[in-house]
């Protein structure tokens, strides 16, 4: 069973249909990117498997169910966005425990969880800041801590590491692939930078104009002419 199926799935905003039927099958532990230009679809497919987008055609399923009708917050994924998205007047710890509150876990449940993840991502000493009092990096562990807390079938990534400089891109991008691998929960990364989706992918999916031109592992993907 894989872990997510992507088949057949379409998108149209009015009457432009911007993905054109693109299946994916994702292996249990197995970390995806997609790659290619603005504009080619990458986000759209992406928030079609996170539930931000509804899907014209086609089914996505999740852990082998069927989830084109369910919310968010009922798909066992978790998303990390380009800009964060932190709440601004929470410190990191409330940042990273909002969701399992929500989710109406145990106080003691959330204390582990959080501390859990704020261990394996350095951010212990941070856990009483507010998002203005970190740096880039530390935003970005932030987020991941967030995701990671809930302990999803899935790791959702849309371009985590373009509002950091090239130094931070680079360290982030072997943080993000190591904690991927320590937790061996799947991912789906969205990103146009090349040398990013090789060395983060076990397989690339290859977008151009809506559509899954290539999946394959990176040295397959740029071993063609
Ligand atoms: P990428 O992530 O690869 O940059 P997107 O998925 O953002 O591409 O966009 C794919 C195509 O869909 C683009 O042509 C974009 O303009 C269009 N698009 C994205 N979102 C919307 C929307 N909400 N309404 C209309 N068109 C959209
Ligand atoms: P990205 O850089 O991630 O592709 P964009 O700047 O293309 O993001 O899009 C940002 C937001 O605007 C997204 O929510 C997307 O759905 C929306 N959007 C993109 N293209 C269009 C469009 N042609 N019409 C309406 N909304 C759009």
Same mark, same amino acid.
């Given at each position: ?18 993905? =054109? ?14 790659? @290619? ?35 968010? @917050?009922?798909?066992? #994924? ?10 601004? =007047? ?10 399992? &509150? #929500?989710?109406?876990?145990? &106080? ?12 394996? !991502?350095?951010? $212990?000493?941070?856990?009483? *800041?507010?998002?203005?009092? !970190?740096?880039?990096?530390? *935003?970005? *562990?932030?987020?991941? @801590? ?10 959702? %990534? ?5 509002? %950091? ?8 991008? !072997?943080?993000?692939?190591?904690? $991927? ?10 990103? =146009? ?14 977008? =151009? ?17």
């Amino acid at each position: 069973m894989s872990a997510i199926a992507i088949r057949d799935v379409r998108k149209s905003y009015g009457k432009t249909e911007v993905i =054109h039927g693109v299946n994916i099958d994702i292996a249990d532990g197995e970390f995806i990117v997609i790659v @290619g230009p603005s504009g080619c679809g990458k986000s759209t497919l992406l928030r079609m498997v996170a539930g931000l987008e509804t899907i014209t055609e086609g089914t996505i399923e999740i852990g082998g169910r069927v989830v084109n009708r369910l919310e968010p @917050g009922e798909r066992d #994924i978790a998303m990390v966005f380009q800009n964060y998205a932190l709440y601004p =007047h929470m410190s990191v710890f409330d940042n990273m425990a909002y969701g399992l &509150k #929500i989710a109406g876990l145990s &106080k003691d449940d959330i204390r582990a969880r959080v501390d859990k993840a704020a261990t394996m !991502l350095q951010l $212990q000493p941070f856990l009483d *800041r507010k998002p203005r009092q !970190l740096s880039g990096g530390q *935003r970005q *562990r932030v987020a991941m @801590g967030r995701a990671l807390v809930r302990d999803p079938a899935a790791f959702l %990534l849309d371009e985590p590491l373009s509002n %950091l400089d090239a130094k931070l891109r680079v360290q982030m991008r !072997l943080e993000i692939k190591q904690l $991927q691998q320590s937790v061996g929960t799947t991912a789906l990364y969205v990103t =146009h930078d090349q040398v990013e989706a090789m060395t983060l992918a076990d397989r690339l999916v290859v977008m =151009h104009d809506g559509v899954a031109e290539q999946i394959d592992t990176p040295m397959a993907v740029y071993a063609r002419p």
